[in-house]
């Protein structure tokens, strides 16, 4: 089945602690991306890859680091969090290098106290 | 500043009620207007790509439309299973790879 792995699904945390969620594609996709989504501010870009090594800002992509060493994979890392990134994060692939006809996972619910 | 606008920000429906939903955007040279549906706790779901204006896509009960500067997702005699929140999206001016979304609109269907 053709999908988009998130994990984990919940985490709570403590502010300045490192995490990384992960996200996993099956359906050799090059183009990978994440989201945060937050009430009253819709989706909001933090980062995208267009290919294996290439990576690029989103709208928001302070706080936040990505890697994308192989096509499948393509992790969030918070390297210092902080209750202001309190959010629903979303990965996302695509078969293109552009970014249409998205599968999206099923999304990381994040508490940072 | 590329910019998606999304109207109304809710909408109740009776079942059969056929509605319209807007989404305007302000980016340069549209490379495709995207629509998603989300239902609550799920991640989005692709239901269509737009490229130029004029163009129609269908599904079911939806049918999406664009001009130059707007697009519509129009819901035609909607059953209580289509209530979710209907996303628009188009590429940044700047980047393909740069998603703008709009803020959504919540459709909510009832018997």
């Known amino acids: 089945e053709a999908q988009v792995t998130q994990n984990p699904r919940y985490l709570i945390t403590v502010t300045g602690k490192k995490l990384t969620v992960t996200c996993s594609q099956n359906?050799?996709?090059?183009?990978m991306s994440w989201y945060r989504q937050d009430p009253g501010l819709g989706l909001r870009q933090i980062y995208y890859?267009?290919?294996?090594?290439?990576?690029d800002k989103g709208d928001v992509p302070e706080g936040y680091k990505v890697s994308r060493k192989e096509k499948r994979n393509f992790p969030l890392i918070l390297e210092s969090p902080s209750p202001n990134q309190t959010s629903l994060y979303f990965c996302?692939?695509?078969?293109?290098?552009?970014?249409?006809?998205?599968?999206f996972g099923q999304g990381t619910r994040l508490t940072v106290v | 500043e590329d910019q998606v606008t999304q109207s109304p920000e809710a909408l109740r429906l009776q079942e059969g009620e056929s509605s319209s939903l807007n989404c305007s955007y302000t980016?340069?040279?549209?490379?495709?207007l995207f629509w998603y549906r989300q239902d609550p706790g799920k991640g989005p779901e692709f239901l269509f790509t737009?490229?130029?204006a004029g163009e129609e896509k269908e599904k079911e009960r939806l049918k999406a439309t664009l001009t130059k500067k707007e697009s519509f997702l129009h819901i035609t005699a909607p059953k209580p299973e289509d209530s979710a929140t209907y996303l628009c999206?188009?590429?940044?001016?700047?980047?393909?790879?740069?998603?703008?979304f709009g803020a959504g609109t919540q459709v909510v269907v009832t018997p």
């Open positions: 737009l490229y130029s």
């Open positions: 996302a692939s695509s078969s293109t290098t552009e970014a249409t006809e998205a599968f």
């Open positions: 999206a188009v590429p940044s001016t700047d980047s393909w790879g740069k998603l703008q």
């Open positions: 890859s267009m290919n294996v090594e290439v990576t």
């Open positions: 980016v340069s040279g549209l490379r495709g």
């Open positions: 359906m050799n996709h090059e183009y």
